[in-house]
């Protein structure tokens, strides 16, 4: 199959962060998704298996389809689905066309991917990599051999959205070794995937200058809530547009990446540097946790995560959250819902409460530390040392 121009582009920037074949990028890492899902032919009467502990624009790319979620819990450890809480989903709708199971490594820390795709495979199902935390990690074979993530499935989806390790303001791609699926991918693409419009650009290259200018752990709190107001107001870009957390696909959904977001992704994907910067900013929070006797991440032995945020589970969450607002100190609290974030309208996704009591206890507890670009090792271990005076454990 003949390579688009945009995925040729991005062949040799992307060539340590995946393993690239077909590379086809978007205006939205959901965008990635859903043409992911589209290429394996999930429609209405179909079914995906989806974590329950997600952002809800996982499950509503599905949703979009006509398809419908099922939900597998996670694992308390990883906050992602183990392979028994993937099994117990399947089992638990043995009348149901199940054509899919996305594989989510949340928060950089990857799942047991190779063994999990591989019982995916033997049920008949497809394997979507959700890769949109984890650019740079890497797992490992029962011979020894690592991998980077996206290796497993039949096809994986990267997002270079604005909280992600390497970020474009909006973007993602999506990477597959399947000629025919690539073929598929490549119509959707080519086909069905409008151009982004100079306006929506200009907004988003205006979003970006904007961004580096009030880039620091102290301006976190105001910079979110200054975002959030302007896009109320139509003149920001925001991450979701009307309807979607209502479960409506928006217009124009279907976007290519602008050249603005690809010399950006070329850019910043040349250089491992930030993600080396992550990889050592998790050593120094686990040093920090670990003196301050507060708890440190599990990392399973086939696992080598690039951390996209370090989450630590804390009993007192609100309080937390709003003790660091007023602290000025920068602090995650997603997922807060196992359809991040809590006002998407979760029914509407198929979710109700209690199917998945791992994830919601996971939403009420966990808070999350910053690797970002502007967090050194003094931010960390202040981050640190703040959740020791204020955190419940």
């Known amino acids: 199959m003949p390579q688009t121009s945009q995925s040729a582009v991005f062949q040799s920037a992307l060539r340590d962060a995946v393993p690239p074949k077909y590379v086809f990028t978007f205006w939205k890492g959901r965008v990635a998704l859903y043409g992911a899902l589209k290429a394996l032919g999930i429609g209405p009467g179909d079914s995906v298996i989806v974590p329950g502990y997600t952002c809800a624009m996982v499950p509503g790319a599905v949703v979009f389809l006509g398809a419908k979620p099922i939900y597998a819990d996670i694992d308390p450890r990883t906050y992602s689905p183990s392979l028994g809480s993937y099994s117990d989903a399947f089992e638990a709708n043995p ?97 069905e995937c409008a151009r982004p419009s100079v306006r929506e650009v200009s907004f988003l290259a205006g979003q970006l200058l904007g961004r580096s200018l009030v880039s620091s752990p102290k301006s976190y709190w105001m910079a979110a809530d200054a975002f959030r107001r302007l896009a109320r107001l139509g003149i920001f870009i925001g991450t979701n547009e009307d309807g979607e957390f209502e479960g409506r696909m928006p217009e124009r959904y279907a976007k290519k990446m602008s050249g603005l977001q690809e010399w950006l992704l070329r850019k910043r994907t040349a250089s491992t540097a930030l993600l080396v910067r992550r990889k050592n900013l998790k050593r120094v929070y686990d040093e920090a946790l670990l003196a301050s006797g507060l708890p440190m991440l599990h990392v399973a032995d086939y696992a080598d995560p690039v951390l996209l945020r370090y989450p630590v589970r804390v009993r007192n969450k609100a309080q937390v959250i709003a003790r660091a607002q007023q602290s000025r100190v920068e602090l995650g609290d997603w997922f807060n819902h196992p359809l991040h974030p809590r006002e998407a309208n979760a029914e509407a996704f198929g979710y109700r409460r209690g199917i998945c009591r791992e994830g919601e206890r996971a939403a009420e507890e966990v808070v999350n530390l910053p690797l970002t670009e502007r967090t050194d090792e003094r931010t960390a271990r202040k981050a640190v040392e703040f959740l020791k005076q204020v955190a419940e454990i």
């Open 95 to 191: 009348r149901t066309r199940i054509k899919a199971l996305i594989l989510q490594h949340t928060y950089g820390i990857p799942g047991d991917a190779l063994q999990i795709a591989a019982w995916a495979r033997a049920q008949g199902m497809a394997v979507i990599e959700d890769c949109a935390h984890s650019l740079g990690t890497r797992y490992c074979d029962d011979r020894g051999v690592w991998q980077d993530v996206g290796s497993a499935g039949d096809v994986a989806i990267f997002s270079s959205q604005w909280s992600k390790p390497i970020s474009t303001g909006l973007g993602g791609w999506a990477v597959t070794r399947n000629k025919n699926l690539a073929g598929r991918l490549g119509r959707f693409h080519e086909e």
